[in-house]
């Protein structure tokens, strides 16, 4: 499985590149999770062919339903990010 190659289409260059999985494995936890990031955001660009099972829209009727009840609870993403960034250092 690691000799496999990886098509990886990054949306700000909008060109396919070829990487060995063993070269994405060798990079860094911090390069790793940038790369995710990037994959996350071209996945998250065209969310509406990315189903949603029926816990996950559960979930998210539950969370909408909680943030209309007290949406002073809600954090901005900013103060949740750099939680994580600090969670991963």
């Not at 936890?29 to 995710?36: D, G, N, S, Y």
């Not at 909680?66 to 960034?85: F, M, T, Y």
Request: cysteine-free; hydrophobic content about 35%; glycine content about 2%.
């Amino acid at each position: 499985m690691l000799n496999r190659l990886a098509e990886i289409n990054f949306s700000k260059e909008n060109k396919p590149m070829s990487v060995a999985i063993e070269e994405i494995l060798n990079l860094g936890v911090k390069e790793r999770l940038e790369l995710i990031e990037e994959i996350w955001d071209s996945i998250a660009a065209h969310s509406e062919i990315v189903p949603l099972t029926a816990a996950q829209r559960k979930e998210l009727d539950r969370r909408k339903r909680e943030h209309r009840r007290d949406p002073s609870q809600a954090k901005p993403w900013s103060e949740v990010h750099n939680r994580l960034e600090k969670r991963n250092k």
